[in-house]
Nanobody
Framework: QLQASGGGLVQAGGSLRLSCAAP????????MGWFRQAPGTEREFVAA????????YYGNSVKGRFTISRDNAKSTVYLQMNSLKPEDTAVYYC????????????????WGQGTLVTVSS
């Protein structure tokens, strides 16, 4: 089971760090991803990381502002979000899937419950 945390209310230009814990010894065999969904929109790819952290991928709207990382010893993946904008407001979901880290939500097998990020202008 994936447990996302770290969401909250932040002003535009601020930063937040999301965490997603995945208790269990099989964490390191999964690529991990972050997706987000704002009301009335489709789920959007944010970032992904392969099983050992050697490869990372970002959606165009967050590239250069967000950083995904992982700590396999802690079975946790992180999303550092800087220079936040009001359009980043959404529920953020972490997911576990293919070892290479996928961009498509359909490739992920396991999902967390989501954490709400609200960016005020």
């Amino acid at each position: 089971q994936l447990q996302a945390s770290g969401g909250g209310l932040v002003q535009a230009g601020g930063s937040l760090r999301l965490s997603c814990a995945a208790p269990g010894r099989t964490f390191s065999i999964y690529g991990m991803g972050w997706f987000r969904q704002a009301p009335g929109t489709e789920r959007e790819f944010v970032a992904a990381i392969n099983w050992n952290g050697g490869s990372t991928y970002y959606g165009n709207s967050v590239k250069g502002r967000f950083t995904i990382s992982r700590d396999n010893a802690k079975s946790t993946v992180y999303l550092q979000m800087n220079s936040l904008k009001p359009e980043d407001t959404a529920v953020y979901y972490c997911a576990a899937g293919p070892v290479y880290g996928a961009r498509m939500a359909g490739e992920y097998d396991h999902w967390g419950q989501g954490t709400l990020v609200t960016v005020s202008s």
